[in-house]
């Protein structure tokens, strides 16, 4: 007879070295980005959680602190989507808000009376569901930009997969608030589901680890790196990257407010997919948005500090220079320089040496009014 305790235990083991492997490669890796610690962070977190679940009486949870630990899993769900796949250059404490909520939220219902506890509950599932889905919109709404293959291709698989776990278990919760019909789910069955997760996620995320945690470029920041030495150059990517940088330098296609990758590649005669690789791996950039805001930005630094457009609005300069609306054009100039496009304005300009304008007297007098006439 088969021992379903063994195997269960079995499945959590690799489950916790799975989570504990891929979330110890991004921690140790020296590169400064968010996705290093807020990694490592949510892995330790899914293993809170597979310990959380090992209940042999069917009732009993581990300590607060795991059980915590587990609840946070969903909310750093969301924070790590950002992180791996929006690439923002430094970590933003406040992504890490809807990881605490969710535990305040969990704490209410936990030691709230039996009678009226029902309502936390349904409101703490409820937010989980809405934070996985808006993860999954994070994923979808970057991925026809995203210039780094292996990280295109990981976007639906293994993410897709780890929030229908969480959207299972939270459907679970919300039948049970609900009085619902539902069919639970064994612990093995969460196991195996956990393993397979953890195997997966590691075989993917160590593979793509090095290009998954690269430091991206700042739109208007430093120069970027070298071309790659891995990265064979033929003719026809030669011939790509001429009239690459004829459409970007002298045509400005980058002012067109709807440029897009596919736009940009009919317009250089060139596959789509050789394009992404060449911006990439020649150029440096993971995403097409931040290719395209470097050049926006860059004018727009310059247009910000000609004391000649002083007259001339901070959105009309954007709307020149391709943005669609004054929201992401703030956004994208003060990710690059670290201030408010009004502030480059007043720092950069320099002031007038005549603020005051005055009456010029002159030897000549007045002429005096002929009377005669």
């Known amino acids: ?73 969903t909310g750093l769900f969301w924070t790590l989507a950002y992180a791996l796949f929006a690439d923002e250059r430094r970590f933003s404490p406040h992504r890490l808000w809807p990881a605490v909520g969710l535990v305040v939220l969990w704490a209410l219902a936990r030691f709230m009376p039996e009678a009226i506890c029902r309502p936390f509950w349904l ?56 009085g619902l019909p539902w069919v639970y789910a064994s612990g093995l069955l969460q196991a195996g589901a956990l393993a397979g997760l953890a195997v997966a996620g590691a075989a993917a995320l160590l593979r793509a680890e090095p290009l998954l945690v690269e430091a991206p470029i700042a739109a208007g920041g430093s120069a970027p790196p ?19 940088q004829t459409a970007m330098d002298e045509n400005e296609v980058w ?67 391709g943005f669609a609306s004054l929201g992401p054009f703030n956004r994208a100039f003060r990710a690059a320089t670290g201030v408010t496009p009004s502030a480059w304005r007043s720092a950069k300009t320099p002031a007038s040496t005549s603020p005051h304008l005055r009456l010029v007297e002159t030897a000549d007098p007045a002429p005096k009014a002929d009377k005669s006439a």
Request: charged share 20%; glycine share 8%; with cysteine.
């Open 1 to 73: 007879m088969v021992d379903l305790v063994l195997l269960e235990t079995l499945a959590r083991g690799v489950a916790v070295g799975g989570f504990g492997v891929t979330g110890l490669a991004l921690v140790m890796d020296r590169r400064p980005t968010p996705a290093r610690w807020v990694g490592g962070l949510f892995f330790a977190c899914a293993i809170a959680h597979v310990i959380d679940g090992f209940r042999l009486d069917g009732s009993t949870h581990a300590t607060p602190v795991i059980w915590a630990m587990s609840v946070a899993t």
């Open 255 to 321: 002012r067109g407010e709807d440029l897009s990758i596919a736009a940009l590649a009919a317009l250089v005669g060139a596959p789509e997919h050789r394009l992404r690789r060449l911006i990439n791996g020649v150029l440096g950039h993971r995403n097409f948005a931040d290719y395209v805001n470097g050049r926006r930005i860059e004018a727009a630094k310059t247009a910000l500090a000609d004391p000649d457009l002083a007259l001339k609005s901070v959105s009309t300069i954007a709307y020149d220079l």
């Open 123 to 178: 409101v703490f599932n409820l937010a989980s569901v809405g934070l996985v889905l808006h993860a999954l919109l994070v994923i979808w709404r970057g991925w026809r930009g995203d210039l780094v293959v292996q990280r295109r291709r990981l976007r639906g698989p293994v993410m897709i997969a780890a929030a229908g776990y969480i959207l299972l278990l939270s459907a679970q919760d919300v039948a049970w608030v609900t």
């Open 226 to 244: 070298p071309p790659a030495p891995a990265l064979d150059l033929t003719p026809a990517d030669r011939l790509v990257l001429a009239r690459l």
